[in-house]
């Protein structure tokens, strides 16, 4: 039984092949992703151990606050370096400055872009094993910089030249002396600017006076244990420092970047996921068909003694030979797809990436074998189980019987889609601990079950949408071979159904929340022009006081609402809220539309604060509470004297502006909200605005459609990458449509033979496949379309009391999926159209 299982896989390739295939494209984005993790995960360790090989220790002060996520930096004093020369075991302690601000401009005026958002200020150490002086010499003199390679490279800087840098809001120039570079001809680690001056000069622009440091470099005698000495410098320095070997140091640093690259991988393990539930039909689809196709021959060893076991174990010894081959194609294809994938993001990320070499992890070789053969056994275990009940009778019939009760199907389709719709209710309500995987269990069974129940649907839609393309005898043939096997063609639009049904979803979720905040932004801002920039570190925009006094002077501007803005602050022992504050709050009060909530909120002098209701309300305080806010500058105690409502603007803590000036890190203005005389011209005024600002290169003047537009762009390119990324699974599913005709078009090989020698020409031929492809295509897009604006209006109907009111239909992207449905089947059918117009008709006439 064995041996007659191979010759039949051996006797039939191309069948192979094409179940092979949707194994294939199941692995590869699974193995693809675990590899790509784990390329960049070496790099990473890669590139933080290659800087901190040389570090021994290393002392900081214990940061107070956070950015991001981020401890901010506190200077330390220079009494600490003695301190900590005088530990047993310390050979040598050098204290350095390195902080995030020092802001390069370009040769036009206007800021350098970085990708990293580390701009770094430091004082030049001299030559070590990691940064050594390309061209040029160390700064010495005040006015003298040296610049690293990326930030001469990127700004056409060469040494000899001036250069501007913008320092906590004011631009200095100094002469560029020289540029340093890295090991392995470097230019950056990570695509940071690093602008170098001598000690004295690096203390006082960075930290704002002498005698103070960022971090000491400590290293310890030959001989001495570094755990040792570490353990006695966090003795002696007490909990307000810390003390970190390098290898922590580089742990610590690598960590944040491969937290963000993680997370990519968790989003293409997750879409993986979806690629593999397609996949499951796509196989589950082959192997019915194929199982059909040998009806005879399954008959046919029945009749001569062969038991159900052993039909059973022949199918399923094809599921494990497809299955294997199938996921060792899909692992080699993986690792490339990873390796590029990996290459790719090294070349986008600021500066590139030195990439580790290429590398496969065990993870991926198991999970491609286990989940690629467990997944096309799981498959094909159904059709095994139909074959094992073929009767020996049946090889004396010409096919399979295809008019089978969907019963069963219906009635498990409909338990499967009801789980699933409780679990997304329940999800949605907040129930449980992890409500989040109630609600991704909810779609997978609702998805499940709705493609059970397609073959309920499948005759009455397929015929209505089939009458579109009945106008011809091609036509109306395509339409009924179409629907002649109810569950083969429902599994097939399943799998196209998948794809577009969570691309669906997430375009219906995406649009209602970026028309939501789109319109509170809209009508909650009365500004027509507003002054801006992006935050790329700890240090915001800003908007330079002269340049404020002049914009505000400006004849056509009626009122300008200046705002300060201090990041990540620590609310009652609680880091991540933001604290505003405005130079005139009557203004600001009435260009920013601040509704009214409870207390009172039209004045605020020093020591009150006002919040919005969201921030109100999660931290539980209402008008008349007192407030904690630990502020760079210190901690104080406000008095809340009024909350608004809900607002899209400037949502956080306001402080009166005095109060900003004394405990804010950067009191300068951030932003600021321009409204103009009735008449003016926006255009006009705004140009007039940028010519103030040339001397203010963080910031630039935005209408208020620009500027709303620039606040929800992010949701432009959240939509734009699920959709390329979904594209994966359109075309597994699109590979199933062909697979499906091209084992359509073997099985039905006499069918065709007859119809071509009673007159149907080759292109009728081709007709008559191309509309069961797209009639299919079609089937399943409008699936997907109902299914997903089920889903996604649920979400959004959910999130109803988190502020998302507006509902918004993707009705101009659903429109294009329906057109990219016909283009579908339309490309699907080439392949098999082409071989069923080829058919020989007298051998087609006598094919068993």
């Given amino acids: 039984m064995i041996r007659a299982t191979f010759r039949s896989l051996l006797a039939r390739k191309l069948r192979l092949a094409l179940s092979g295939v949707a194994v294939i494209l199941a692995v590869t984005f699974i193995s693809g992703s675990l590899v790509l993790n784990d390329t960049l995960g070496r790099t990473f360790d890669n590139l933080f151990s290659n800087v901190y090989q040389y570090t021994d220790l290393e002392v900081a002060a214990k940061p107070s606050l956070e950015f991001q996520g981020i401890p901010v930096a506190q200077p330390l004093p220079e009494s600490v370096v003695d301190r900590v020369e005088g530990v047993s075991g310390v050979s040598k302690a050098v204290g350095y400055v390195a902080t995030n601000g020092a802001l390069v401009l370009g040769k036009d005026g206007k800021l350098l872009p970085n990708q990293s958002g580390t701009q770094l200020g430091a004082n030049w150490l001299g030559d070590d094993p990691v940064i050594r002086m390309r061209e040029g010499e160390a700064p010495r003199a005040d006015d003298e910089v040296a610049l690293n ?122 879409f993986a996921g979806v690629a593999l539930l397609v996949g499951v039909f796509l196989i589950l689809n082959t192997f019915s068909i194929i199982v059909a196709q040998r009806t005879r021959e399954l008959a046919l060893m029945r009749a001569i003694g062969a038991g159900r076991g052993q039909m059973i174990g022949s199918v399923m010894i094809e599921a494990v030979v497809v299955g294997l ?110 409500p989040i995987l109630l609600v991704l269990g909810g779609i997978l069974f609702g998805l499940i079950g709705v493609a059970l129940l397609t073959p309920l649907l499948c005759r009455p839609v397929v015929s209505a949408v089939g009458r579109i393309f009945s106008w011809s005898v091609p036509g109306k043939l395509g339409r009924r071979n179409s629907s002649r096997n109810p569950r083969r063609t429902a599994i097939t639009a399943a799998a196209v159904m998948i794809g577009i049904a969570l691309i669906t979803g997430v375009s219906t979720i995406v649009s209602s929340v970026s028309t939501t905040i789109d319109g509170a932004m809209d009508k909650q801002m009365r500004a027509d022009i507003i002054v801006a920039g992006t935050q790329t570190s700890e240090t915001p925009p800003i908007l330079d006081q002269p340049a404020y ?41 009435e260009v920013l539309q601040m509704p009214t909530g409870t207390g009172d909120i039209t004045s605020l002098d020093r020591g009150e604060i006002i919040a919005d209701q969201e921030t109100a309300k999660a931290f539980d305080k209402k008008a008349g509470d007192r407030v904690t806010l630990a502020l760079p500058q210190g901690e104080r105690t406000f008095t809340l004297v009024g909350v608004t409502g809900r607002t899209e603007v400037n949502t956080g803590w306001i402080v009166n502006h005095d109060d900003a000036v004394e405990l804010f890190k950067t009191p300068q203005w951030t932003m600021a909200y321009l409204t ?31 500027y709303i537009g620039s606040q929800t762009v992010i949701f432009d390119f959240l939509l734009g990458a699920v959709q390329v990324l979904l594209l994966v699974a359109i075309a597994i599913s699109v590979l199933g449509i062909i697979n499906t005709l091209v084992l359509s078009v073997l099985e039905r090989t006499r069918e065709l033979g007859m119809l071509r020698a009673i007159g149907l020409r080759r292109s009728q031929t081709m007709r008559m496949i191309t509309v069961e492809s797209v009639v299919i295509s079609l089937f399943g897009t409008i699936l997907g379309l109902g299914v997903g604006l089920g889903l996604g209006v649920a979400v959004v109907e959910a999130l ?48 068993e």
């Fill in 149 to 270: 390679a990326q930030a001469a490279k990127d700004g056409d800087y060469k040494v000899g030249q001036t250069v501007v840098v913008r320092i906590k809001g004011e631009n200095r120039e100094f002469r560029i002396v020289g540029i340093a570079g890295y090991t392995g001809g470097r230019d950056s680690l990570g695509g940071e600017f690093m602008v170098f001056w001598n000690d004295a000069q690096a203390q006082r622009l960075m930290l704002g006076e002498t005698g103070l440091w960022s971090n000491i470099a400590v290293e310890v005698d030959d001989g001495a244990s570094v755990k040792a000495v570490q353990n006695d410098l966090k003795a002696t320095l007490g909990d307000t420092y810390t003390v970190e070997t390098g290898d922590e140091l580089a742990e610590k640093s690598s960590a944040p970047l491969k937290e963000i690259f993680n997370f990519i991988n968790y989003v293409l393990l997750g």
């Fill in 676 to 706: 103009l005389d009735d008449g003016a011209s926006v255009t006009a005024v705004k140009d007039q605005v940028d010519d103030v600002l040339a001397n203010s290169p963080e910031v630039s003047a935005q209408t208020r459609d620009e």
């Fill in 800 to 847: 109803k009391d988190d502020g998302i009111t507006s509902l918004t239909l993707p009705v101009g992207l659903m429109v294009v999926y329906l057109f990219a449905a016909v283009v579908i089947g339309v490309a699907a059918a080439v392949i098999p159209a082409v071989r069923a117009a080829r058919l020989n008709v007298l051998n087609a006439i006598a094919y």
């Fill in 325 to 434: 081959i199938g996921s060792a194609a899909g692992l080699l294809l993986g690792v490339g797809l990873g390796w590029v994938g990996a290459w790719g993001l090294g070349k986008l990320a600021a500066g590139g990436l030195e990439l580790a070499g290429l590398g496969v992890p065990a993870a991926a070789v198991v999970s491609s074998f286990v989940i690629g053969t467990t997944v096309t056994v799981l498959a094909a275990l159904l059709p095994a189980l139909r074959a094992a009940r073929i009767p020996p009778v049946a090889a004396m019939r010409d096919a399979a019987d295809t008019d089978r009760s969907i019963v069963g199907l219906t009635v498990a389709g409909g338990i499967v889609t009801a789980t699933g719709v409780a679990l997304l209710v329940l999800g949605l309500n907040g129930t449980g601990d992890e």
């Fill in 549 to 589: 006094d002049k914009v505000r002077a400006l004849p056509d501007v009626r009122t300008a609402a200046a705002v300060s803005l201090e990041n990540f602050v620590e609310v009652e022992g609680e880091g991540g809220s933001r604290v505003w504050a405005y130079d005139d709050w009557a203004d600001a009060r």
